[in-house]
T-cell receptor, first 110, second 115 residues
Framework: LAKTTQPISMDSYEGQEVNITCSHNNIATNDYITWYQQFPSQGPRFIIQGYKTKVTNEVASLFIPADRKSSTLSLPRVSLSDTAVYYCLPQGAGSYQLTFGKGTKLSVIP | GAGVSQTPSNKVTEKGKYVELRCDPISGHTALYWYRQSLGQGPEFLIYFQGTGAADDSGLPNDRFFAVRPEGSVSTLKIQRTERGDSAMYLC?????????????FGQGTRLTVV
């Protein structure tokens, strides 16, 4: 399983763009990169998934360089409600097991 | 319901007692997972069901833990002779296992406290 490294915590002011980078140096060829968000006392929630280049949805963008050894989750114009823990997970195509690290605790400040 | 439902939301039990935690997955989801999350940590995989059978129970910490899904829908996680170290948030998730983008939908969890 590919090991991931993320910052333990980040602070941001409301309205700013936040970029959270995850390192996954030994990612497997068929692994996708998936990001989950978890609010306190709730289960994780899927945000976005990608294989390479850039993926964008209504919540976030995901940038994956050509070597796929890292990925960056970009949250545009964060609000207080974006305060949560964000997890980066390599996930094999069709695989069932999610391996969570400690994630990045994002605190959005007014 | 629309999402994964877990009951109870909170459970306090005495050391040595038996507990059951229930999970109602999203209708039509054939895959069901149990995870355990300790404070400050990410969720840890316990067991995976595909239909009625446990396809992978490698994450169960010991034989005090057992889970069933007799009709391929609702699942129950059972913990015998509870210990204080079992205190954690127990999360259930379900998914459609087909295809490349296997998004797992998590419930709100059951917070278990063993005193």
């Amino acid at each position: 399983l590919a090991k991931t490294t993320q910052p333990i915590s980040m602070d941001s002011y409301e309205g700013q763009e936040v970029n959270i980078t995850c390192s996954h140096n030994n990612i497997a060829t068929n692994d996708y990169i998936t990001w989950y968000q978890q609010f306190p006392s709730q289960g994780p929630r899927f945000i976005i998934q990608g294989y390479k280049t850039k993926v964008t949805n209504e919540v976030a963008s995901l940038f994956i360089p050509a070597d796929r050894k890292s990925s960056t989750l970009s949250l545009p114009r964060v609000s207080l409600s974006d305060t949560a823990v964000y997890y980066c997970l390599p996930q094999g195509a069709g695989s069932y097991q999610l391996t969570f690290g400690k994630g990045t605790k994002l605190s959005v400040i007014p | 319901g629309a999402g994964v439902s877990q009951t109870p939301s909170n459970k306090v039990t005495e050391k040595g007692k038996y507990v059951e935690l229930r999970c109602d997955p999203i209708s039509g989801h054939t895959a069901l997972y149990w995870y355990r999350q300790s404070l400050g940590q990410g969720p840890e995989f316990l067991i995976y069901f595909q239909g009625t059978g446990a396809a992978d129970d490698s994450g169960l910490p010991n034989d005090r833990f057992f889970a069933v899904r007799p009709e391929g829908s609702v699942s129950t996680l059972k913990i015998q002779r509870t210990e204080r170290g079992d205190s954690a948030m127990y999360l259930c998730a379900s998914s459609l296992i087909q295809g490349e983008n296997t998004e797992a939908f998590f419930g709100q969890g059951t917070r278990l406290t063993v005193v």
